[in-house]
C-alpha cells in the first residue's frame, strides 16, 4: 500500500504556530526577507535530494528570483502562467496530483541586524505561498503547509546565529491544497507574499482581539481587548487606560465606510508595544436587513483579485493604495476579497479609507461542478481539518480590522458538511459578524441571502420577499455577491439594478464582477489572456474581466457605476426653476459636500456658480430654488448642469473633486432645417447635387465639397461584445453567435434603383445575408440647398427577423488625415443603451484614436450617444454631420469587419480610412458574458424606421 506524499495528504500542513492576529508594525524588531534569492526549477516534486536545505550548500549554479514573486513571471524556461476559470488543469483525482508538478527550491542568507535582542524568542512568518512549502532553516526542518493565500508561522528562536543564516523552502506548485483554490484566476506558484523574521519578547502576547462595539442610541462605543498574557490598553484620545480582559464604556463617533472614525490606541504586553488602531461599530440583521451602527448598508461594492499586470498576486502596497483610492473616488464603498483574504495591508487600507469588507475563506472547488460534485472535498469529513484550518486562519489573522463585517465561507464550491463546520466555528469564535456563503440555497449557514447574477425581474421578486424557497430564507437580507459583469464593452443594466437596490429594503445592493482586468504583460499582444501563454486548456480572456484595464486605466464600465451608484442625486424639482438633491449616502449628511450649477447653452457654458444646498441628512431631500438663467440671446438648446464636489481634502481625493452631477434640460435639442431646393444634376456616370458628387450606377456619394467619400451604405453590423457572445452555459440569447450565423457581418447590398427629380435624387435598394430570406428594404433620398446635403433613410424589414439587430444606421469612409472629431452630445466617453448614465451633455473634443475604447479582446466600442452634431476635420477643412434630432457616431481606423477578426489589440492596424458609423439606434449591451442579457427596453427589434442626416463641408477648425 502507497503513502502519499505529504503535499497529497488532505491535512493542511505540520509544524506551523496557531493563527494569530496580523499587525502591521510593533515596537519589536522584525526583519523582512523580501528581495533576491536564489532558485531552482525541477519539472517533478520527486526529487528525495534535500542536501540544498543543509549549511553550506553550494547554490552557485543557481538561477536568482525576486521574492515576493512568481516564478513562471521571472524569466525564460521557469514555466508559463496558465489560466483556467473552472476547470482543473489537472487530472481530477483528489487529493493526488501529476507527476509533472513543478517544484521551486528558494535560498536565502541572511544575517540579523546589529541590535537583535539576544534574548525572547522570534517567529518566521510566510504571507503567502502557492501552493505547498516545506521548510528549512540552518538545516533544520521547520514543517510543511498549505493555503496559498493563508499566512503561517514557525518559532525559529533557538535555530537563529548572528551570521550566516540559510532559509530554505521547497515549494510545489500542484498539491492537495490545489483541489480547494479553484479561483478563476491564473496559476501562479511561489512565494508571492511577504517573508519576515520577527522577535518576540519575552512574556510577548501571542495573540489579542479588539472588541469594540457601538451604541447607536446612546452614542457611546464599548473596549474590550482580549489578550492571551496579561496587559494594558491604552487609547490617549478616549481617556482609556485599563487592563486587558476589561471593559469600558465611552462617548465616541463610529466607525462606517463613509466616515472611518479610528481612535489611535496601543496594546502593552510583555515589554512589547503593539499600536491599535480601534473603530467601533456593531453588525447585525435586524427586521431582515443588515445595519451597520443601526442603519441599513447599501453595499456600492466590487469583487476583487489580488493582480498586478507585471507581478501577478505579489501586489505591492502602492498598488494597494491606488486600488482604495481609486474605488473611493468612484463612490465605491465596498470590497469582496474574491475570493481568499487579501494581504493583509490592505485591510489596513480598508480601515483607514472607508470600505465595507466581506472577507472570503481561501476556498474553491468549482472544477467539481463538472463533475457533478462527485468526491467534493466540502463534503468529504477527510477534508474538514483543512477547510476548518483555512476559516480559522482567515478569521484569527483579520479578526481586528472594523472594516470586516462578513465572513464568507468560500466560493463556489457547492453544498456539504465542512461548510457547515466552519460557519459553526467562525459563529462560536466571532459572533459579532455576519457569515456570507453563495451557493447553498437553503442559506442554513448563512446570515445572508446571497446570489450571483439574478435577473432583475427575480431581484424585484426577491425583494418584495415573495420568492420560492425556504420560509426562513425569506426573512434575510438579499446581498448580490456578483453582478454587472465587467467583461469587456459593459457592464449593461447596473443603473436598472440600483433602482431595485433604492426601491427594495431587502435588496441591499452588491459587488460588480470585477475590480481589473487580469492581463499579463506579454511581448507581443501588449497584455496577455488565456491561451496566450501555449496553455492546451484555458478560458480565454474570460480573465480580463474588470472594471480597470490591467494598467488601471478605469474603463468606461467604472466611470458608468460611479455615476450609476453616487451617494447623492441630482433631479430636476417638481417647481419650475428647482433642482431637486437626495442624500443617498448611509450615515452622513451633506456637510462634506459643496454643490455648482452652470448653465449651457447648445452645450457651451454661459454662466456657473455656487449653489447653496442644505446640509441634508442621510435619506433626506430637499427642493432647491435655481438662480435666473444667464442672459444669452443665442437660440439654442439650453441646459442646467449642477455638481456635487468635494467641499474639502480627503485621505483619497482633493477638495472639489467631483461626486455627483445631474443635468436638466431647459429645452430639447432642435430639429435640423431640411436641405432642400437645388436638383440633382445628371453628367454621365455621375449625379451631381449642391456640393455632393455620386455615382450613378450606385447612388453612392463619391465627394462632398471635396471631400472623398468612400462606401455610404446602411450598417447593422458590430464587432460583437464580450455580453454579445454570451458565456457557453447561456445558448439562449448569445447574440453574437446568432448573429454570424444569421449573416449579419456579411450582408449584401443590391441596387434596385437610382432615381432623380426636380428635387432629390433616391437610391433603392435591399440589404439581406446570403442564404437567408428575410432582409431590409433600404431607400436613401437626398436633398440640398446647395451647401448641405441632407440624406434620410427609410428601411423596412422583409421576412421574419427572430433576432435584435445589432445597429441600426450608415457608415461611410473618409480620409485617414481627417481624425480631429468634435460633437455636441453626450460624452465625453462611450455610451449604448444601457450604459448611458454616465454620458453628459456637452461640446467635447477627442482625435479618431482617442475615441477608441482598448478592450483587451477587440470588440464593437467607442459610440457616442446622443449627438447633436459631430464635426471630422483634417487641421483645413471639416465635415460638419446632424442628426434629427440626434443620433450615435462611432469614428475609427479600421471596419466592424477587421475589428471583429482581431484577438488582440495588437492585430489592429490603421488603415488610409476614416470609417464614421452615424446610427438611429444601438442595440443594449447587457452583462450575459456571465450574467443576464440585454432588457427588453434596450433591444433593437427589426422593425420599420426611417432617419435623417444633414451633411456640410466646412472651413477652417471646428468651433
Not at 494569530?20 to 517533478?44: I, Q, V
Not at 482581431?902 to 452583462?927: E, R, Y
Amino acid at each position: 500500500m502507497s503513502t502519499l506524499p505529504w503535499y497529497e495528504d488532505v491535512s493542511p500542513g505540520a509544524g506551523a504556530l496557531p493563527p494569530r492576529a496580523w499587525y502591521a508594525r510593533s515596537d519589536a524588531a522584525s526583519l523582512s526577507l523580501g528581495g533576491t534569492w536564489r532558485f531552482r526549477l525541477s519539472p517533478t516534486a520527486d526529487s528525495e535530494d534535500e542536501s540544498f536545505a543543509a549549511e553550506g550548500y553550494d547554490c552557485g549554479s543557481w538561477g536568482e528570483i525576486t521574492v515576493p514573486g512568481h516564478w513562471v513571471l521571472q524569466g525564460k524556461d521557469r514555466g508559463a502562467p496558465a489560466y483556467t476559470n473552472v476547470r482543473y488543469p489537472f487530472p481530477v483525482d483528489p487529493p493526488r496530483v501529476p507527476t509533472e508538478n513543478p517544484t521551486g527550491d528558494h535560498l536565502r542568507r541572511f544575517d540579523l541586524p546589529d541590535g537583535w535582542p539576544e534574548t525572547g524568542d522570534a517567529v518566521l512568518r510566510f504571507d503567502g505561498v502557492e501552493s505547498a512549502a516545506r521548510v528549512w532553516l540552518n538545516g533544520e526542518e521547520l514543517g510543511t503547509f498549505k493555503g496559498s493565500r493563508l499566512p503561517h508561522e514557525f518559532a525559529v528562536g533557538p535555530l537563529l546565529k548572528r551570521r550566516g543564516n540559510v532559509l530554505a523552502l521547497r515549494v510545489h506548485q500542484w498539491s492537495s491544497g490545489s483541489y480547494l483554490e479553484d479561483q478563476d484566476q491564473w496559476w501562479l506558484p511561489g512565494v508571492f507574499r511577504d517573508v519576515t523574521l520577527l522577535h518576540r519578547p519575552e512574556g510577548a502576547a501571542r495573540d489579542f482581539f479588539v472588541h469594540a462595539s457601538y451604541d447607536h442610541t446612546s452614542a457611546t462605543g464599548t473596549l474590550r481587548v482580549e489578550c492571551d498574557v496579561p496587559g494594558r490598553v491604552i487609547v490617549p484620545e478616549l481617556g482609556i487606560d485599563t487592563a486587558t480582559g476589561t471593559g469600558v464604556t465611552v462617548r465616541v463617533e463610529p466607525w462606517s465606510a463613509e466616515r472611518p472614525r479610528l481612535y489611535e490606541g496601543e496594546l502593552s504586553a510583555g515589554g512589547e508595544r503593539i499600536p491599535l488602531r480601534i473603530g467601533f461599530r456593531t453588525v447585525c440583521v435586524e427586521d431582515g436587513v443588515i445595519k451597520v451602527n443601526g442603519r441599513r448598508i447599501l453595499f456600492r461594492g466590487v469583487n476583487r483579485h489580488e493582480f498586478h499586470p507585471e507581478t501577478g498576486r505579489a501586489v505591492d502596497l502602492a498598488t494597494m493604495r491606488r486600488d482604495v483610492e481609486l474605488m473611493k473616488r468612484h463612490n465605491i464603498n465596498a470590497v469582496r476579497t474574491s475570493h481568499y483574504p487579501p494581504h493583509p495591508a490592505f485591510l489596513d487600507l480598508c480601515d483607514a479609507y472607508g470600505l465595507w469588507v466581506v472577507d472570503e475563506c481561501d476556498l474553491e472547488t468549482h472544477g467539481f461542478e463538472e463533475l457533478d460534485w462527485r468526491a467534493n472535498p466540502v463534503d468529504d469529513a477527510r477534508w474538514t481539518p483543512a477547510l476548518l484550518d483555512r476559516a480559522e486562519r482567515m478569521v484569527e489573522r483579520d479578526k481586528n480590522h472594523p472594516s470586516v463585517i462578513m465572513w464568507s465561507l468560500g466560493n463556489e464550491c457547492g453544498t456539504g458538511a465542512g461548510l457547515t463546520a466552519m460557519a459553526a466555528w467562525i459563529r462560536d469564535r466571532d459572533p459579532l459578524r455576519l457569515v456570507h456563503y453563495e451557493g447553498d440555497r437553503s442559506c442554513a449557514d448563512t446570515d445572508v441571502y446571497s446570489r450571483m447574477y439574478p435577473p432583475h425581474a427575480e431581484v424585484e421578486v426577491i425583494g418584495r420577499r415573495e420568492d420560492d424557497g425556504p420560509a426562513a430564507r425569506r426573512e434575510l437580507p438579499f446581498v448580490l455577491c456578483e453582478y454587472g459583469h465587467a467583461m469587456g464593452n459593459g457592464p449593461g443594466g447596473l443603473a436598472e439594478y440600483q433602482r431595485l437596490f433604492e426601491r427594495y429594503e431587502r435588496c441591499q445592493g452588491g459587488f460588480v464582477w470585477e475590480w481589473i482586468d487580469h492581463g499579463l504583460v506579454h511581448p507581443r499582444y501588449g497584455h496577455a489572456y488565456g491561451g496566450d501563454f501555449g496553455e492546451e486548456l484555458h478560458d480565454g480572456n474570460f480573465v480580463c474581466d474588470g472594471l480597470l484595464f490591467p494598467d488601471r486605466t478605469p474603463s468606461p464600465g467604472l466611470v458608468e457605476y460611479k455615476k450609476v451608484i453616487e451617494p447623492v442625486r441630482i433631479e430636476a424639482g417638481t417647481a419650475a426653476g428647482s433642482v431637486r438633491v437626495t442624500n443617498l449616502h448611509d450615515a452622513v449628511d451633506l456637510s462634506a459636500v459643496s454643490f455648482v450649477w452652470s448653465y449651457l447653452v447648445d452645450g457651451e457654458s454661459v454662466g456657473s456658480g455656487p449653489l447653496a444646498v442644505p446640509e441634508l441628512a442621510a435619506g433626506e431631500s430637499a427642493e432647491v430654488r435655481l438662480p435666473a438663467p444667464p442672459e444669452d440671446e443665442r437660440e439654442g438648446e439650453r441646459t442646467w448642469t449642477v455638481r456635487a464636489l468635494l467641499a474639502g481634502d480627503t485621505a483619497w481625493a482633493p477638495g472639489g473633486h467631483e461626486i455627483a452631477w445631474g443635468q436638466l434640460p431647459v429645452s430639447g435639442p432642435l430639429r435640423a432645417v431640411e436641405a432642400s431646393g437645388v436638383r440633382p444634376l445628371v453628367e454621365g456616370r455621375r449625379i451631381t447635387l449642391g456640393p455632393a458628387v455620386f455615382d450613378a450606377r450606385t447612388g453612392e456619394p463619391v465627394a462632398l465639397g471635396g471631400i472623398s467619400l468612400t462606401g455610404l451604405r446602411l450598417d447593422v453590423w458590430r464587432a460583437p461584445t464580450d455580453n454579445d457572445h454570451g458565456a457557453a452555459w447561456q445558448p439562449d440569447e448569445r447574440h453574437g453567435l446568432l448573429w454570424r450565423e444569421l449573416g449579419l457581418h456579411r450582408m449584401r447590398h443590391r441596387v434596385d434603383a437610382v432615381e432623380t427629380d426636380g428635387e432629390a435624387m433616391t437610391v433603392r435598394t435591399r440589404v439581406a445575408p446570403a442564404a437567408r430570406d428575410v432582409g431590409l428594404r433600404t431607400v436613401y433620398r437626398w436633398t440640398s440647398d446647395g451647401t448641405r446635403v441632407g440624406l434620410k433613410v427609410s428601411v423596412t424589414p422583409e421576412g421574419e427577423w427572430r433576432l435584435p439587430l445589432p445597429r441600426l444606421g450608415v457608415r461611410l469612409g473618409l480620409p485617414a488625415a481627417w481624425d480631429r472629431v468634435a460633437w455636441f452630445g453626450g460624452g465625453p466617453g462611450e455610451a449604448y443603451p444601457d450604459t448611458r448614465a454616465a454620458a453628459r451633455l456637452g461640446r467635447w473634443r477627442a482625435t479618431v484614436d482617442e475615441l477608441q475604447t482598448p478592450y483587451l479582446r477587440p470588440q464593437e466600442n467607442g459610440a457616442r450617444i446622443g449627438t447633436r452634431w459631430v464635426e471630422l476635420g483634417d487641421g483645413g477643412g471639416r465635415l460638419r454631420v446632424e442628426g434629427d434630432p440626434v443620433f450615435w457616431f462611432t469614428a475609427r481606423r479600421w471596419t466592424s469587419e477587421l475589428l471583429d477578426a482581431a484577438d488582440h489589440l495588437a492585430d489592429l492596424v490603421p488603415g488610409d480610412t476614416v470609417w464614421l458609423n452615424l446610427d438611429h439606434a444601438q442595440h443594449g449591451i447587457g452583462s450575459q458574458s456571465c450574467g443576464p442579457g440585454v432588457l427588453p427596453e434596450h433591444r433593437l427589434h427589426a422593425a420599420p424606421a426611417t432617419f435623417s442626416f444633414t451633411f456640410a463641408p466646412l472651413a477652417g477648425e471646428s468651433g
